[in-house]
Protein backbone atom coordinates (compact mmCIF):
# COMPACT_ATOMS: atom_id res chain seq x y z
CA UNK A 1 0.00 0.00 0.00
CA UNK A 2 1.31 3.45 -0.55
CA UNK A 3 2.14 5.91 2.20
CA UNK A 4 2.90 9.12 1.76
CA UNK A 5 4.26 10.81 4.91
CA UNK A 6 4.94 14.52 5.75
CA UNK A 7 6.48 15.71 8.66
CA UNK A 8 6.16 18.08 10.89
CA UNK A 9 2.17 17.81 10.59
CA UNK A 10 2.14 21.02 12.50
CA UNK A 11 4.70 23.52 12.26
CA UNK A 12 5.00 27.15 14.29
CA UNK A 13 7.73 29.67 13.63
CA UNK A 14 8.75 33.16 13.56
CA UNK A 15 8.90 35.42 10.72
CA UNK A 16 12.31 35.58 9.28
CA UNK A 17 13.45 31.91 10.52
CA UNK A 18 14.00 29.13 8.21
CA UNK A 19 12.71 25.75 8.01
CA UNK A 20 12.52 22.55 5.77
CA UNK A 21 8.75 20.21 5.30
CA UNK A 22 9.56 16.84 4.69
CA UNK A 23 7.58 14.22 2.35
CA UNK A 24 8.77 10.82 2.43
CA UNK A 25 6.79 8.20 -0.10
CA UNK A 26 7.03 4.61 -0.36
CA UNK A 27 6.87 3.29 -3.42
CA UNK A 28 8.91 4.36 -6.43
CA UNK A 29 7.03 7.38 -8.59
CA UNK A 30 9.14 10.49 -10.08
CA UNK A 31 6.05 12.89 -10.22
CA UNK A 32 5.84 14.84 -6.90
CA UNK A 33 3.63 17.83 -6.47
CA UNK A 34 2.98 20.34 -3.48
CA UNK A 35 -0.12 21.85 -3.06
CA UNK A 36 -0.95 25.14 -0.56
CA UNK A 37 -4.51 24.87 0.97
CA UNK A 38 -5.70 28.59 2.69
CA UNK A 39 -8.76 28.03 5.78
CA UNK A 40 -11.69 27.05 3.60
CA UNK A 41 -10.18 27.22 0.39
CA UNK A 42 -9.30 24.67 -2.33
CA UNK A 43 -5.51 23.49 -3.02
CA UNK A 44 -3.50 25.38 -5.15
CA UNK A 45 -0.18 24.08 -6.98
CA UNK A 46 3.19 25.39 -5.78
CA UNK A 47 5.26 23.25 -7.63
CA UNK A 48 5.86 20.21 -9.96
CA UNK A 49 8.99 18.06 -9.85
CA UNK A 50 9.37 15.49 -12.41
CA UNK A 51 12.74 14.01 -12.18
CA UNK A 52 15.64 12.91 -9.81
CA UNK A 53 17.22 16.18 -8.62
CA UNK A 54 14.70 18.99 -9.70
CA UNK A 55 14.52 21.85 -7.55
CA UNK A 56 12.02 24.27 -8.31
CA UNK A 57 12.03 27.57 -6.58
CA UNK A 58 8.96 30.22 -6.22
CA UNK A 59 9.86 33.14 -3.73
CA UNK A 60 11.01 32.18 -0.46
CA UNK A 61 9.80 28.71 -1.61
CA UNK A 62 11.96 25.71 -2.61
CA UNK A 63 11.03 22.26 -3.22
CA UNK A 64 13.58 19.47 -4.18
CA UNK A 65 12.63 15.59 -4.94
CA UNK A 66 15.35 12.80 -4.73
CA UNK A 67 13.53 9.89 -5.99
CA UNK A 68 15.95 7.25 -4.71
CA UNK A 69 15.54 8.58 -1.44
CA UNK A 70 12.01 8.87 -2.26
CA UNK A 71 12.33 11.83 -0.48
CA UNK A 72 11.14 15.70 -1.25
CA UNK A 73 11.46 18.70 0.71
CA UNK A 74 9.82 22.14 0.97
CA UNK A 75 12.09 24.34 2.61
CA UNK A 76 10.71 28.34 3.63
CA UNK A 77 13.62 30.55 3.29
CA UNK A 78 12.87 33.88 6.14
CA UNK A 79 9.08 32.97 6.25
CA UNK A 80 6.77 35.57 6.29
CA UNK A 81 3.31 36.03 7.78
CA UNK A 82 1.40 35.34 4.40
CA UNK A 83 3.24 31.94 4.08
CA UNK A 84 0.98 30.66 6.55
CA UNK A 85 -1.24 28.28 5.54
CA UNK A 86 -1.61 24.24 5.72
CA UNK A 87 0.92 22.48 3.16
CA UNK A 88 0.33 19.42 1.15
CA UNK A 89 2.52 16.85 -1.09
CA UNK A 90 1.26 14.59 -3.17
CA UNK A 91 2.64 11.34 -5.57
CA UNK A 92 1.31 10.95 -8.75
CA UNK A 93 0.76 7.23 -9.86
CA UNK A 94 -0.35 6.89 -13.67
CA UNK A 95 -3.20 5.10 -14.15
CA UNK A 96 -4.67 3.51 -17.75
CA UNK A 97 -4.44 6.13 -20.70
CA UNK A 98 -2.17 8.48 -19.15
CA UNK A 99 -4.43 10.16 -16.33
CA UNK A 100 -2.86 9.64 -12.96
CA UNK A 101 -4.11 9.45 -9.23
CA UNK A 102 -2.50 11.53 -6.47
CA UNK A 103 -1.84 10.18 -2.77
CA UNK A 104 -1.59 12.92 -0.25
CA UNK A 105 0.27 13.35 2.16
CA UNK A 106 -1.60 14.26 5.86
CA UNK A 107 -0.75 18.20 5.28
CA UNK A 108 1.80 20.52 7.79
CA UNK A 109 0.17 23.07 9.00
CA UNK A 110 2.26 26.00 9.02
CA UNK A 111 1.41 28.84 11.43
CA UNK A 112 4.08 31.82 11.12
CA UNK A 113 4.16 34.46 13.88
CA UNK A 114 4.88 37.83 13.39
CA UNK B 1 -9.22 32.37 -17.95
CA UNK B 2 -12.16 30.21 -16.14
CA UNK B 3 -11.15 27.50 -13.18
CA UNK B 4 -12.41 24.27 -12.38
CA UNK B 5 -16.31 24.79 -11.13
CA UNK B 6 -17.99 22.72 -8.50
CA UNK B 7 -21.48 23.69 -7.40
CA UNK B 8 -23.54 23.52 -4.84
CA UNK B 9 -20.45 25.27 -2.45
CA UNK B 10 -22.12 23.82 0.55
CA UNK B 11 -24.76 20.99 1.11
CA UNK B 12 -26.41 20.20 3.77
CA UNK B 13 -29.11 17.00 3.65
CA UNK B 14 -30.41 14.84 6.05
CA UNK B 15 -29.54 11.33 6.73
CA UNK B 16 -30.54 8.72 3.86
CA UNK B 17 -31.37 11.19 1.50
CA UNK B 18 -29.93 11.31 -2.04
CA UNK B 19 -26.92 13.88 -3.08
CA UNK B 20 -25.83 15.33 -6.48
CA UNK B 21 -22.43 17.02 -6.74
CA UNK B 22 -21.56 18.64 -9.70
CA UNK B 23 -18.01 19.34 -11.50
CA UNK B 24 -17.39 21.73 -14.33
CA UNK B 25 -13.66 21.11 -15.59
CA UNK B 26 -11.14 23.72 -17.09
CA UNK B 27 -12.48 23.78 -21.29
CA UNK B 28 -10.14 21.32 -22.75
CA UNK B 29 -8.90 18.89 -20.10
CA UNK B 30 -9.64 15.57 -21.06
CA UNK B 31 -9.16 13.91 -17.48
CA UNK B 32 -11.41 15.02 -14.32
CA UNK B 33 -10.82 13.71 -10.69
CA UNK B 34 -12.84 13.34 -8.08
CA UNK B 35 -11.11 13.40 -4.03
CA UNK B 36 -12.52 13.76 -1.22
CA UNK B 37 -11.57 15.39 2.12
CA UNK B 38 -12.19 14.51 5.67
CA UNK B 39 -10.61 15.34 9.03
CA UNK B 40 -10.59 11.61 9.78
CA UNK B 41 -8.87 10.32 6.17
CA UNK B 42 -6.95 13.65 5.14
CA UNK B 43 -7.01 13.74 1.26
CA UNK B 44 -8.03 10.82 -0.60
CA UNK B 45 -8.34 10.05 -4.32
CA UNK B 46 -12.19 8.36 -5.59
CA UNK B 47 -12.22 8.04 -9.24
CA UNK B 48 -11.10 9.57 -12.25
CA UNK B 49 -12.19 9.80 -15.72
CA UNK B 50 -10.42 9.91 -19.46
CA UNK B 51 -13.35 11.43 -21.45
CA UNK B 52 -16.57 9.94 -20.65
CA UNK B 53 -14.99 6.55 -19.26
CA UNK B 54 -14.41 5.86 -15.53
CA UNK B 55 -11.96 2.79 -15.88
CA UNK B 56 -11.36 1.89 -12.30
CA UNK B 57 -14.43 2.63 -9.89
CA UNK B 58 -12.07 0.86 -7.17
CA UNK B 59 -11.47 4.64 -4.99
CA UNK B 60 -15.07 4.57 -4.19
CA UNK B 61 -15.78 4.03 -0.74
CA UNK B 62 -19.23 2.15 -1.06
CA UNK B 63 -21.95 1.02 -3.78
CA UNK B 64 -23.88 4.09 -2.29
CA UNK B 65 -21.47 6.07 -4.84
CA UNK B 66 -21.43 6.81 -8.33
CA UNK B 67 -20.42 9.35 -10.71
CA UNK B 68 -20.49 9.81 -14.05
CA UNK B 69 -19.28 12.72 -16.79
CA UNK B 70 -21.28 13.14 -19.91
CA UNK B 71 -20.12 15.07 -23.36
CA UNK B 72 -16.16 14.86 -22.01
CA UNK B 73 -16.97 17.64 -19.72
CA UNK B 74 -19.35 18.17 -16.92
CA UNK B 75 -19.08 15.49 -14.28
CA UNK B 76 -21.81 14.37 -11.31
CA UNK B 77 -20.90 12.69 -8.18
CA UNK B 78 -23.90 11.00 -6.25
CA UNK B 79 -24.25 9.95 -3.08
CA UNK B 80 -27.37 7.63 -2.41
CA UNK B 81 -28.82 7.18 1.16
CA UNK B 82 -26.40 9.48 2.25
CA UNK B 83 -24.67 8.87 5.96
CA UNK B 84 -22.46 11.25 8.62
CA UNK B 85 -19.33 9.58 7.86
CA UNK B 86 -20.32 11.18 3.91
CA UNK B 87 -19.86 14.73 5.64
CA UNK B 88 -16.37 15.82 3.67
CA UNK B 89 -15.57 18.19 1.22
CA UNK B 90 -15.47 16.81 -1.82
CA UNK B 91 -12.92 18.18 -4.63
CA UNK B 92 -12.80 17.80 -8.10
CA UNK B 93 -10.12 17.82 -10.54
CA UNK B 94 -9.12 18.64 -13.93
CA UNK B 95 -5.95 17.96 -16.31
CA UNK B 96 -4.18 17.92 -19.57
CA UNK B 97 -3.00 14.65 -20.42
CA UNK B 98 0.28 16.83 -22.00
CA UNK B 99 1.84 19.88 -22.33
CA UNK B 100 4.74 21.61 -20.31
CA UNK B 101 2.87 21.16 -16.91
CA UNK B 102 2.08 17.08 -17.94
CA UNK B 103 -0.44 15.93 -15.66
CA UNK B 104 -0.92 18.91 -13.33
CA UNK B 105 -3.98 18.75 -12.10
CA UNK B 106 -5.89 21.87 -11.32
CA UNK B 107 -8.39 21.87 -8.32
CA UNK B 108 -12.04 23.33 -8.19
CA UNK B 109 -13.07 25.18 -4.57
CA UNK B 110 -14.63 21.82 -3.67
CA UNK B 111 -17.95 21.08 -2.63
CA UNK B 112 -19.08 20.74 1.62
CA UNK B 113 -21.53 18.12 2.09
CA UNK B 114 -22.68 17.95 5.89
CA UNK B 115 -25.01 15.08 6.24
CA UNK B 116 -27.16 15.79 9.52
Known amino acids: ELKVEQNPLFLSMQEGKNYTIYCNYS?????LYWYRQDPGKSLESLFV?????AVKQEGRLMASLDTKARLSTLHITAAVHDLSATYFC??????????????FGQGTRLTINP | GAGVSQSPSNKVTEKGKDVELRCDPI?????LYWYRQSLGQGLEFLIY????????KSGLPSDRFSAERTGGSVSTLTIQRTQQEDSAVYLC??????????????FGPGTRLTVL
Open chain 2, 93 to 106: ASSYLAGVRYNEQF
Open chain 1, 27 to 31: TTSDR
Open chain 1, 49 to 53: LLSNG
Open chain 1, 90 to 103: AVGFIVIQGAQKLV
Open chain 2, 27 to 31: SGHTA
Open chain 2, 49 to 56: FQGNSAPD
